[in-house]
Nanobody
């Protein structure tokens, strides 16, 4: 079992920055990917980006050049640094931890943290 907890959301003005933190605990040795997703009101949850165990990252086009994902493997913590925020980034942000299992990958989710960007 893996537990995932996000923190760091809040209200920020357009053009500002926020850093979200995702702390994983439990059977963390089996985590292969940690990712960030977001869901705006009335929209489907979408991928923001992810980071693999070797540090490789991938981002959605909408956040490239503005958002950065990093990971502290010793603490099983992932970070989402968000710069140049716009109102379109307003959403609940979720952390995802993907576990490698013999039966296939399994995803754990946090409870989400609200990010609100005012214009």
């Amino acid at each position: 079992q893996v537990q995932v907890v996000e923190s760091g959301g809040g209200l920020v003005q357009a053009g500002g920055s926020l850093r979200l933190t995702c702390a994983a605990s439990g059977s963390i040795a089996s985590i292969i990917v940690m990712g960030w997703y977001r869901q705006a009101p009335g929209k489907q949850r979408e991928l923001v980006g992810y980071i693999t165990g070797d540090g490789s990252t991938k981002y959605a086009d909408s956040v490239k050049g503005r958002f950065t994902i990093s990971r502290d493997t010793s603490k099983s913590t992932a970070y989402l640094q968000m710069n140049s925020l716009s109102p379109e980034d307003t959403a609940v942000y979720y952390c995802n931890a993907r576990e490698a299992r013999m039966s296939g990958p399994y995803d754990y989710w946090g409870q989400g943290t609200q990010v609100t960007v005012s214009s």
